[in-house]
């Protein structure tokens, strides 16, 4: 019900009320700044204060007439007001309005995604502190690679969620952007007085030099960050789509009572929210694309991104939103198999320990290459015959020229993986 409830939430930014609320607001606080200047009479702002409104049906029925949006808002509004309408929208521009409401739009979207953010930091931090020594093996090229703890993947995870919270507080902070400067930024029919009061009105900065428009870099930014943030999505929830996989068993998606895997398989438990999210975030990526070639636009504008913008505008976010909000369930009610971890981790039969002894045998002194083969020798032996690798090291006659089986079972023990692990969790969660 709160997800569902947050979503509607986002929503409700990219609705034609809010919206119109947005320009509505705008139009409000350019009339108040040219009554500061002095243009304005106070009589006629308090009538246009009193009496302006809108009516989302008689907007969209005006448009069908003018096939421009901004001009059926106006005459929207105005018929609200009567003679005193004469001020509304004076010496600005279309855009003007539309993109100082679309920065606003995106900021209190950015805002719901930041909060988002923050929950599931906090999932992923439990997560990890509650796993912090459980052992499991690392993998590189999906091929096993040397012990790690499950609380280590954890926390791998809560830093790069947590770059990502920088990432959406800079883009946050980067489209609080408006300008009202006219038809090419020039300020010829509105002067920057009225520019800098309706900006910090609504929270918002003027943009240092614009067009018609504000520049379209300050928004790929966002969205290309929105991107990144559902990239990092979908390497978890590949993570996990791999730890689920039969032959691994690690971990998986919580699977309720009366839930169904398959159609024609009773037995099936698939891990469907992790593959719907892997997808979703094709989606986000695309949007970030579409955001960067908004950037080139002809002279000081033509209008090629209006139409793009009201698509990946509310898409994006919303979408985001919503694969957070999924993402941070999926992690919460996550079910791990530390048993299924210790029993992958003795798989291989102790070849993960053959770091350990190749850098023996170097402080013993021999050189990489040749303690490399020495030890390369065994582990190849044992990994086409399945032998136990320890009992095969003490066996070896070169090698114990070198080793004892003594400094071998203290090389081969386990302690030294995870030595650091406080450590590495000091610098992630700075404790």
């Known amino acids: 019900m709160i997800e569902r409830y947050t979503r509607e939430k986002m929503a409700r930014i990219w609705q034609d009320q809010n919206r119109y609320q947005k320009w509505l607001d705008i139009e409000l606080a ?23 409104t809108f009516d989302v049906s008689r907007v969209l029925e005006i448009e069908e007439q003018t096939k421009h949006d901004v001009v059926a808002f106006i005459q929207a509004v105005s018929e609200s007001i009567g003679s005193a ?16 409401a679309f920065s606003c739009q995106l900021a209190e979207a950015a805002q719901i995604l930041l909060e988002d953010l923050a929950a599931l930091l906090q999932v992923l931090k439990e997560k990890a502190y509650a796993y912090k020594l459980t052992p499991m093996i690392g993998r590189t090229h999906g091929i096993h690679a040397e012990p790690i703890t499950f609380g280590l993947k954890m926390a791998h995870f809560y830093d790069e969620m947590r770059r990502n919270l920088e990432r959406m507080h800079t883009a946050t902070e980067r489209v609080r952007v408006g300008k009202i400067s006219g038809a090419v930024g020039t300020y010829a029919h509105v002067p920057p007085f ?44 590949v993570e996990l789509r791999h730890m689920q996989r039969t032959e691994v068993g690690e971990a998986e998606e919580h699977f309720q009572k009366g839930q169904t895997g398959s159609s024609a398989m009773p037995h099936k438990r698939n891990p469907i929210a992790s593959e719907n999210l892997s997808g979703l975030a094709r989606l986000l990526r695309g949007y970030a694309i579409s955001a960067l070639e908004n950037i080139s636009l002809w002279h000081e504008r033509d209008i090629s991104h209006s139409s793009v913008e009201r ?55 021999l050189t990489r290459q040749d303690a490399y083969k020495l030890v390369q020798k065994t582990a190849m032996y044992c990994f086409e015959r399945k032998c136990d690798f320890v009992p095969e090291l003490k066996k070896d006659a070169d090698l114990r020229q070198h080793l004892s089986a003594e400094e071998i079972d203290k090389i081969t023990g386990n302690e030294h993986y995870f030595e650091h692990v406080d450590t590495i969790f000091k610098r992630v969660f700075g404790e």
């Open 30 to 52: 350019i009339c108040e700044a040219y009554n500061k200047l002095g243009v304005i009479p106070t009589d006629d702002l308090n009538v246009i204060k009193d009496k302006a």
């Open 85 to 100: 309408s004469k001020w509304i929208h004076m010496g600005v521009t279309s855009s003007d309005i539309l993109d100082t």
């Open 194 to 237: 009225v520019e800098t009061y309706v900006c910090e009105k609504l929270g918002l900065k003027p943009a240092t030099l614009s067009t018609q428009i504000v520049p379209r870099d300050y928004y790929a930014e966002l969205f290309t960050t929105i991107a990144i943030i559902g990239s990092s999505i979908e390497k978890m929830s």
């Open 311 to 365: 698509v990946i505008g509310p898409d994006a976010t919303i979408l985001l939103d919503y694969m957070l909000q999924r993402f941070t369930n999926v992690y919460k009610n996550m079910v791990v198999y530390p048993e299924r971890m210790e029993q992958n981790l003795m798989m291989t039969k102790g070849l993960y320990h053959s770091e350990a002894v190749l850098l023996s045998l170097m402080k013993k002194g």
